[in-house]
């Protein structure tokens, strides 16, 4: 095989799977994700559970940039959890967890675009966990996870037998609890409500894509 047959067959690999439209969607999901974390959930103090939470609980404490640890934790976990997730995951994860690290480094060039909602917590619960729900959703649809999140807890699903919301939950709670640290209960309660809102529109946006996929056969 020549050098110039091999580099094609690499690059035809490597874009295998992937659209305009898709890579689309998940830029958008990566986007409407991380401008809830940055504009809502990171002024009023509302965290998120899973590395989510993590990232902005590392942020808080070492005042190290979103930007920069999400990626750091994501491989932390895809490297746990590798042995049980497909190459097409993977790679699509890859632009997507990219996508949510530029973008965050584009918002934080910027100060806050919404109004101050401290005032108005369970508002503030509600709309980021919108954000985040449908943001996240995007990504999941086109294939891929806004972080490690989803390999995480797929490892630990694996390795105890539990079931994957189960999973979900305890990774979530554990980052809660953590974020007692620097956030009062009370906020840690309005967190609860905001991941309750961000999980239920994942599963729906995840979920409309194959509402539409049977309704087209039918």
């Known amino acids: 095989m020549t050098k110039n047959n091999w580099r094609a067959n690499f690059w035809d690999r490597l874009r295998a799977g992937f659209t305009l439209a898709k890579v689309f969607w998940i830029l958008l999901g990566a986007a409407i994700a991380s401008f809830g974390l940055y504009n809502i959930h990171r002024q009023v103090h509302i965290t998120e559970g899973g590395v989510l939470g993590m990232m902005l609980l590392i942020n808080h404490w070492l005042d190290i940039p979103s930007s920069k640890v999400t990626p750091v934790l994501d491989l932390a976990c895809y490297l746990l959890a590798f042995r049980y997730l497909g190459a097409r995951f993977i790679k699509i994860s890859v632009v997507s967890t990219l996508g949510v690290s530029g973008f965050f480094f584009l918002w934080e060039q910027f100060p806050p675009m919404l ?20 943001g996240v959703g995007l990504i999941v649809r086109q294939g891929g996870s806004s972080g490690g999140d989803d390999a995480l807890a797929l490892a630990i699903s694996r390795k105890t037998g539990w079931r994957l919301s189960k999973s979900y939950l305890v990774t979530d709670l554990t980052v809660l609890a953590l974020s007692l640290s620097y956030i009062p209960l009370r906020q840690i309660l309005f967190s609860v409500v905001t991941v309750t809102v961000s999980s239920w529109l994942i599963d729906f946006v995840r979920d409309a894509k194959v509402r539409k996929t049977v309704e087209e056969r039918e």
């Open 115 to 134: 109004p101050d909602l401290s005032q108005m917590p369970l508002l503030a619960a509600l709309l980021g966990g919108c954000f985040v729900g449908i």
